[in-house]
C-alpha cells in the first residue's frame, strides 16, 4: 500500500468512525424526542384555554424538531457508512502509482478492443469455433451471432468507437500525469501570489494548488471559490483543487473578482 492508498484507508476509517457516533447522537435524538412528550397521556388532545395549553404545544414542538433532526443525522451516517464501504475503482492523478496503473488499465482495454475486433472477422466467417479458442462461452458466441434491434451480429460499430474512445482518453491521461510529473521535478515551486486577504501557493509535493485567507471569508466569497472547483480542506487550512492549469487560470479569475 503506498502513501496515497494508505491516505484513501485512513479516510474510509474516519468516516466510518464519524457514522458511528452519528448513529449514536441519532439514538440519543430519538430517545429525547420521547421523553418531550413521555409525560403526555397517550391521545391526550391539546386543552385549548387551559393552562397546560402553551407547554403541550412546546413539548410536542420539541418532539417534532427532535424528530427530524434524529432523521438527519441517521440519514449522514448512512451515506457516511455507504461512502466507507464502497470501493472505487477509479484511478486518482493524486495516486503515486497512477502512471502503472493507467498503462495496466490501457493494456487491457486494448486486448479487449482487440479481442473485440477478431471476434467480428470470425462472426463474419460464422467461425463459432474460433470464436470458442478466444475465450468466448457458448452462451456468449449464441448472443454475438443473435441480431439486435438494427439486425447487427457481433460487437457493433458503436462498441468498437467507444473502446477507440477509451484507449485515447487514457493514453493521453497517460502523457498528461508524465508530464506533470517532470514540471513538478523541473524545479521549486513558484512564490506565493498574494490576493486581497490572502495568498496562492502550490504544493507540488500534494499536488495541490491552495488559497489562503488571513480572515474567514464572506459566503459570497464561499460560493466563489465553490464555483471554481475549490474545497475547504481543514487539515490545511485553505481552499485546495487539484493542481493542473485549469486550477491556476481559476485562481487568477478568483484573485481578479476579489481585487475589484
Same mark, same amino acid.
Given at each position: 500500500?503506498?502513501? !496515497?492508498?494508505?491516505?484513501?484507508?485512513?479516510? #474510509?476509517?474516519? $468516516?466510518?468512525?464519524?457514522?458511528?457516533?452519528?448513529? @449514536?447522537?441519532? $439514538?440519543?435524538?430519538?430517545?429525547?424526542?420521547?421523553?418531550?412528550?413521555?409525560?403526555?397521556?397517550?391521545?391526550? =388532545?391539546?386543552? /385549548?384555554?387551559?393552562?397546560?395549553?402553551?407547554?403541550?404545544?412546546?413539548?410536542?414542538?420539541?418532539?417534532?424538531?427532535?424528530?427530524?433532526?434524529?432523521?438527519?443525522?441517521?440519514?449522514? @451516517?448512512?451515506?457516511?457508512?455507504?461512502?466507507?464501504?464502497?470501493?472505487?475503482? +477509479?484511478? &486518482?492523478?493524486?495516486?503515486?502509482? @497512477?502512471? =502503472?496503473?493507467? $498503462?495496466?488499465?490501457?493494456?487491457?482495454?486494448?486486448?479487449?478492443?482487440?479481442?473485440? /475486433?477478431?471476434?467480428?472477422?470470425?462472426?463474419? #466467417?460464422?467461425?463459432?469455433?474460433?470464436?470458442? +479458442?478466444?475465450?468466448?462461452?457458448?452462451?456468449?458466441?449464441?448472443?454475438?451471432? *443473435?441480431?439486435?434491434?438494427?439486425?447487427?451480429?457481433?460487437?457493433?460499430? !458503436?462498441?468498437?468507437?467507444?473502446? &477507440?474512445?477509451?484507449?485515447?482518453?487514457?493514453?493521453?491521461?497517460?502523457?498528461?500525469? #508524465?508530464?506533470?510529473?517532470?514540471?513538478?521535478?523541473?524545479?521549486? %515551486?513558484?512564490? =506565493?501570489?498574494?490576493?486581497?486577504?490572502?495568498?496562492?501557493?502550490?504544493?507540488? @509535493?500534494?499536488?495541490?494548488?491552495?488559497?489562503?485567507?488571513? /480572515?474567514?471569508?464572506? &459566503?459570497?466569497?464561499?460560493?466563489?471559490?465553490? &464555483?471554481?472547483?475549490? #474545497?475547504?480542506? =481543514? *487539515?490545511?487550512?485553505?481552499?485546495?483543487?487539484?493542481?493542473?492549469?485549469?486550477?491556476?487560470?481559476?485562481?487568477?479569475?478568483? %484573485?481578479?473578482?476579489?481585487?475589484?
Amino acid at each position: 500500500m503506498n502513501a !496515497y492508498e494508505q491516505k484513501q484507508a485512513d479516510r #474510509k476509517q474516519r $468516516q466510518a468512525d464519524r457514522a458511528r457516533r452519528l448513529h @449514536a447522537e441519532a $439514538q440519543r435524538l430519538d430517545q429525547a424526542a420521547g421523553a418531550a412528550v413521555a409525560h403526555i397521556p397517550f391521545g391526550q =388532545p391539546i386543552l /385549548v384555554g387551559h393552562h397546560s395549553e402553551r407547554r403541550h404545544r412546546r413539548d410536542l414542538a420539541r418532539c417534532q424538531a427532535l424528530t427530524r433532526k434524529a432523521i438527519a443525522t441517521e440519514e449522514a @451516517a448512512r451515506d457516511l457508512e455507504r461512502r466507507a464501504s464502497t470501493e472505487s475503482r +477509479a484511478i &486518482s492523478s493524486d495516486d503515486e502509482d @497512477a502512471v =502503472p496503473k493507467l $498503462q495496466a488499465k490501457l493494456a487491457a482495454l486494448e486486448s479487449a478492443h482487440a479481442r473485440m /475486433v477478431a471476434a467480428n472477422k470470425l462472426i463474419r #466467417k460464422n467461425d463459432r469455433a474460433g470464436l470458442a +479458442a478466444l475465450g468466448f462461452t457458448e452462451a456468449q458466441i449464441a448472443d454475438l451471432f *443473435t441480431p439486435d434491434f438494427a439486425r447487427r451480429v457481433g460487437f457493433p460499430a !458503436y462498441a468498437l468507437s467507444n473502446s &477507440s474512445a477509451n484507449i485515447r482518453s487514457t493514453k493521453q491521461r497517460i502523457e498528461a500525469l #508524465k508530464a506533470a510529473a517532470a514540471a513538478r521535478q523541473d524545479g521549486p %515551486a513558484p512564490e =506565493p501570489v498574494p490576493i486581497p486577504g490572502g495568498t496562492i501557493t502550490e504544493d507540488r @509535493a500534494d499536488n495541490r494548488l491552495c488559497i489562503r485567507f488571513e /480572515v474567514r471569508q464572506s &459566503s459570497e466569497v464561499v460560493a466563489l471559490l465553490k &464555483s471554481n472547483g475549490f #474545497k475547504w480542506s =481543514p *487539515t490545511r487550512g485553505a481552499w485546495v483543487r487539484m493542481l493542473n492549469n485549469a486550477a491556476r487560470f481559476a485562481a487568477t479569475c478568483i %484573485a481578479g473578482r476579489l481585487s475589484k
